[in-house]
């Protein structure tokens, strides 16, 4: 925790094994709110992220380690530690400033540049340096072995968890679940992210009584709860909205999105149109945990046959992703 910020507390955060962790294997296998949302289309092809510039970068970091290095942040591929998520964890107990030489530290920017747009590594670099004094106080490793086999790098740490998988996880958008969010000092409205519930909420204020009544529920799931569902999705469907509520919605996505790499949200698009579209999203709020009893609900959740996006607002952000290519069988 950011000890320059004792207002950004969070007891749901802290990490507790056994309760807030996610295991894929269990269940899936900004301050300016002007933020440009992302065009919701369907791509001509997934991406293939083999050789991307992220990709490249991991291999050219695991040829540089040294054999202790070796030993403590290149572990199997499939070692247990690749399907672990939580709100704040370290994959390794080492730190980046702390463990890595200046060159590898480069390095582990340039991959994090690479899976990110110019503004979400922006964001993600000011949301480290606030929620917990920086970039070098966050961890990483490499899972299997770049240039020989099925490899994937994780960086974690206080409300982050980022991924390049290389392709090499199947079925995975964005190489498996992630995790962002930001305990800003002060209030929710100075979060990175607040925009994104301006957004939602937009949505919200744009239905009818009786859509409302439908998306409007009293009690949010737990955040952590993101395995996919073939049935019973909470909320209201895009498929039930206008045209223009549609278009809301889709500005919602963009936005979300946005902070990624334009690989990963044509392959996040891809998956979308591939099941279903954003008819097949449902749209959900949440009473509970409303800040300031503004009726600007706080907590929000989109989910489909592919895709939960889970965006807890209150105390402050902590969002939980899981998107696949393709529905659980």
């Not at 991991?58 to 199997?76: I, N, P």
């Not at 530290?105 to 929620?131: A, H, K, N, P, W």
């Not at 962002?180 to 909420?201: D, E, I």
Request: hydrophobic fraction near 40%.
């Amino acid at each position: 925790m950011n000890k320059n910020h004792p207002d950004a507390a969070c007891p749901d955060c802290a990490t507790q094994p056994g309760r807030r962790r996610f295991l894929i294997a269990a269940g899936a296998a900004v301050a300016a709110a002007a933020v440009p949302a992302v065009a919701i289309a369907a791509p001509q092809a997934a991406r293939d992220a083999k050789n991307s510039d992220a990709e490249g970068a991991v291999r050219r970091l695991y040829d540089s380690l040294s054999a202790e290095q070796k030993t403590a942040a290149a572990l199997a591929f499939d070692h247990p530690k690749a399907t672990e998520i939580s709100a704040n964890w370290h994959i390794i107990p080492q730190k980046i400033g702390e463990f890595y030489t200046a060159d590898q530290q480069q390095i582990i920017q340039e991959i994090l540049r690479g899976v990110t747009s110019q503004e979400g590594y922006d964001r993600f670099m000011r949301q480290m340096l606030d929620d917990d004094g920086g970039f070098k106080n966050f961890s990483c490793a490499i899972f299997g072995q770049p240039g020989q086999g099925k490899f994937e790098w994780v960086m974690t740490g206080r409300h982050l968890t980022v991924r390049a998988d290389g392709q090499n996880i199947p079925d995975a958008v964005f190489g498996g679940p992630i995790v962002y969010g930001h305990g800003a000092p002060g209030n929710q409205k100075a979060n990175l992210f607040y925009y994104q519930t301006q957004m939602a909420n937009e949505v919200f204020k744009a239905l009818d009584g009786k859509q409302r009544e439908k998306a409007l529920l009293p009690m949010a799931p737990a955040e952590s709860s993101i395995q996919l569902k073939k049935a019973g999705l909470a909320g209201i469907a895009a498929g039930e909205l206008s045209r223009d509520q549609k278009d809301l919605v889709r500005k919602v996505m963009g936005a979300l999105l946005s902070p990624y790499r334009a690989a990963d949200v044509k392959e996040a698009l891809s998956s979308l149109e591939a099941n279903g579209g954003l008819d097949r999203v449902h749209l959900s709020f949440y009473k509970n945990e409303d800040l300031g009893s503004d009726q600007e609900w706080d907590i929000w959740r989109l989910e489909g046959p592919t895709l939960v996006w889970h965006f807890r607002g209150a105390p402050h952000v902590h969002t939980w992703v899981n998107f696949k290519t393709r529905p659980n069988p």
